[in-house]
């Protein structure tokens, strides 16, 4: 059965186009990039930025120009067309494709994934010694990740069977998040446990059976485990030496800028990453209700949401699928440095952090994660091959029709598509997660309140310069700033 949400959602309101560069977020890079891919290129100890940051910096200053493309939308009843721009599909720092992404992601999972049953979030916060080495190379971060969930799982079924729940399995969605409030590479995981196990009746039917909390104690003894086998799987992969020393052999651009990235510091200040160090060995550290330290592993296991709450688990799912950039936390200095404020005034009284145009570029680098390498992942009986999952996740609901992105015909008679499967994948249109998340419908006509639909997609460059010079509009991209001379390059990376 399909879950619904608690409280209805208000009518939307019509549809707004964004201007993108308008935003502080687009104009540093308009005016900054250039000279800084000039200055990496420039280099000769390095072999310069990998091809997908590049690709990606450069696609997010065409991400929702109307003069590098769009859709056309149009009301039925009225006639008023619409122009929608297209999207960069950026995977790293785009807000606009992050919070597309966002809401996909929470939409899927809430309706046609994660069962109606309480759910726990487990967080793993790493070292700073071994960040960029698990930032760097996502074989190694691959390896940290099983290694977590393996260990939360298995204490899952033990924790089931002290409470006489035998051969209890439980399953968990995590989410990799590469960046913290002060834009820092901070590779760390969030997982949604489901907060129980599920077993099988002698008629095949599998049940869930809720458990206890975890103790302090329990979090405590988890977060050792995890750090100590952490530790051994680096030493064993070779890109550790006995000493704990990060072997870094890596010759492109992108390594010292995600070394700088971690701490916070410009690519120009080098030093040598290790794992460890020479930690006493103590027991782990409770430095809060469910929250442990233990040699600088922090594990926190305190947030829970009730099977009665489908509203506040899809903002759950929103918060560990989110972008690091927002912005509306972004702001300039009168010298011209980026200024991007905290959510929260952190414990030392800080608000915000202060970057120069170039230290902020090389923090979008670092995020960017490398192609491929996806950032969620199921596991347990939620994993894609697990024989109890088609039983146990939610059937999703069929598409609203009055939402589809799909350009219709008047002479076209499509054939209806069969009900969707339980565990089967379902993909929201792009109008639909926008009145989902923002209360806003791109498909709504302003002027008569008529139901729009798409008529084409617009990719011709003398088509979109002809449409938009009738429409009084911009017919010709943001002006992006080239390279500077050397002399005039802005290399103060204060922060």
Request: with cysteine.
């Amino acid at each position: 059965m399909a879950r619904a949400l608690a409280s209805p959602r208000p009518a939307a309101p019509a549809y707004q186009p964004r201007r993108p560069e308008k935003t502080i977020l687009y104009q540093v890079l308009a005016e900054h990039l250039e000279t800084f891919l000039a200055r990496v290129e420039a280099d000769q100890t390095r072999n310069g930025l990998p091809r997908f940051v590049v690709r990606e910096l450069r696609a997010f200053l065409a991400c929702g120009i109307l003069a590098r493309g769009f859709s056309r939308v149009h009301c039925t009843q009225c006639g008023q067309d619409a122009l929608v721009a297209f999207s960069c599909k950026g995977r790293g720092f785009c807000p606009s494709c992050a919070g597309r992404r966002m809401a996909e992601t929470a939409a899927h999972l809430v309706d046609a994934v994660i069962p109606e049953v309480p759910v726990r979030q487990w967080v793993l916060s790493l070292p700073y010694d071994i960040r960029f080495a698990l930032a760097y190379e996502p074989e190694l971060f691959s390896g940290v990740r099983r290694i977590f969930l393996r260990a939360v799982l298995a204490w899952m079924a033990r924790h089931a069977e002290r409470h006489g729940i035998a051969a209890g399995k439980s399953g968990a969605v995590c989410f990799v998040q590469r960046f913290d409030s002060s834009l820092q590479l901070n590779p760390h995981l969030h997982v949604l446990v489901l907060d129980g196990v599920y077993t099988v009746t002698d008629d095949g039917v599998p049940v869930f059976q809720g458990t206890p909390p975890p103790s302090n104690d329990d979090v405590a003894r988890l977060n050792e485990v995890i750090a100590q086998r952490v530790r051994r799987f680096l030493l064993r992969s070779g890109r550790f030496t006995e000493a704990c020393e990060h072997d870094d052999n890596n010759d492109d651009a992108l390594a010292p800028i995600s070394q700088a990235a971690v701490y916070g510091t410009c690519a120009q200040e080098r030093t040598r990453q290790t794992l460890l160090g020479k930690h006493p060995d103590l027991a782990a550290e409770v430095t809060d209700r469910r929250c442990t330290r233990y040699l600088g592993f922090s594990l926190h296991a305190d947030v829970r949401i009730s099977q009665l709450c489908p509203d506040r688990l899809e903002r759950l799912v929103r918060y560990v699928a989110r972008g690091p950039i927002c912005n509306d936390r972004l702001d300039l200095t009168s010298d011209g440095r980026v200024v991007y404020k905290f959510k929260r005034k952190w414990k030392n009284g800080a608000r915000a952090v202060v970057l120069s145009p170039t230290a902020f570029i090389e923090r979008l680098c670092a995020l960017i994660p490398r192609p491929r390498r996806p950032l969620i992942t199921y596991h347990g009986v939620l994993a894609p091959a697990a024989r109890l999952r088609p039983a146990i996740v939610p059937t999703p609901e069929p598409p609203d029709p009055t939402c589809s992105h799909e350009p219709t015909s008047r002479t076209s008679n499509p054939k209806p598509k069969p009900p969707k499967r339980r565990g089967q994948r379902r993909y929201y249109s792009w109008a639909e997660l926008i009145r989902r998340v923002f209360l806003t419908d791109v498909l709504v006509c302003p002027r008569c309140n008529g139901r729009r639909r798409v008529l084409a997609a617009i990719t011709d460059p003398a088509t979109i310069r002809q449409i938009l010079e009738h429409l009084s509009l911009p017919a010709t991209p943001p002006a992006i700033t080239p390279a500077r001379s050397p002399p005039g390059f802005d290399c103060d990376y204060g922060a």
